[in-house]
């Protein structure tokens, strides 16, 4: 019951697009929740869209990822939805790169009807109860995250900006 409180008290902060409150001293999440730029993605699991649990670095095994996170319900994530779209495209072809929204506090089937209706061009992946996130200290959407072939966050960000992409093209060692 604690457990689901909390998970409803975060989902609340979330669409209020308030940062959460510090965890206490001796909280177990302490440690989650000061993660930071260097350290490596959290094992956390995620959903895809065709309903298989697994762990985001399995996802983008050992390439380049820019990771967005998002909520279908996020004005300013819509925004940027279509930069996303186009990055995407950009490195369709390319081996070593990912571009992949990470949807929060969403149900699978939500963010698949989203996805297509609004023709989202780039992996998604869901963390329904926000467990990525947590591990991340990730309050706020939308956000973005740089990660590396090792796996490893280079880079955290709120909205997709020239920081994270001149991030992401510094990851993958060139220009894009």
């Not at 998970?7 to 930071?36: D, F, I, Q, R, W």
């Not at 065709?50 to 380049?64: K, N």
């Not at 706020?140 to 995250?145: K, N």
């Amino acid at each position: 019951m604690r457990t689901r409180l909390a998970v409803l008290a975060v989902h609340a902060l979330v669409a209020a697009g308030c940062a959460a409150p510090p965890p206490a001293p001796n909280s177990p999440s302490l440690a989650k929740e000061t993660s930071t730029t260097g350290a490596l993605l959290p094992t956390a699991m995620v959903t895809t869209l065709a309903g298989e649990r697994t762990e985001l670095g399995r996802v983008i095994e050992g390439r380049v990822a820019l990771v967005s996170f998002w909520a279908t319900w996020c004005d300013s994530c819509m925004k940027e939805q279509g930069a996303l779209n186009r990055l995407a495209k950009r490195t369709a072809g390319r081996p070593d790169a990912l571009v992949i929204g990470v949807a929060v506090g969403e149900t699978p089937k939500t963010v698949d009807a989203f996805a297509r209706t609004h023709d989202l061009a780039f992996t998604q992946v869901v963390d329904e109860e926000f467990l990525l996130a947590d591990a991340l200290g990730q309050r706020r959407v939308p956000a973005t995250l740089v990660v590396d072939r090792s796996g490893r966050v280079v880079y955290r960000g709120e909205a997709l900006d020239e920081g994270s992409l001149a991030a992401f093209r510094k990851a993958l060692g060139d220009a894009l």
